[in-house]
């Protein structure tokens, strides 16, 4: 009985984030879907996550804004090292 409680005792349990994560993500997908393109402000953190996975996905384009007011396409691989200071136009990919 006691090596049934010990062994238990060792187990870690892990927050539920991924139903949050897939949440954020369906919700910022159906936005651009309703307005075509949106802006995401550079201390969006969560936002910006979920912007940066339906990118790599191919689902969304995106955007990097700069002050002067152009604007640079980002790959997927830059997505996730992208500056942090600028904020992203995210908006539909073609024929999706």
Do not use: K, N
């Amino acid at each position: 009985m006691f090596e049934a409680v010990a062994s238990l005792a060792s187990v870690v349990p892990f927050p539920r984030r991924a139903a949050t994560r897939q949440a954020e993500t369906a919700a910022l997908l159906d936005a651009v879907g309703s307005a075509g393109s949106l802006e995401i402000v550079p201390r969006a953190f969560a936002a910006r996550d979920a912007a940066a996975a339906l990118h790599l996905m191919g689902f969304v384009h995106l955007d990097e804004i700069h002050p002067d007011g152009s604007h640079r396409t980002l790959s997927a691989s830059e997505a996730r090292c992208a500056a942090p200071f600028l904020t992203w136009r995210i908006r539909r990919a073609a024929g999706r």
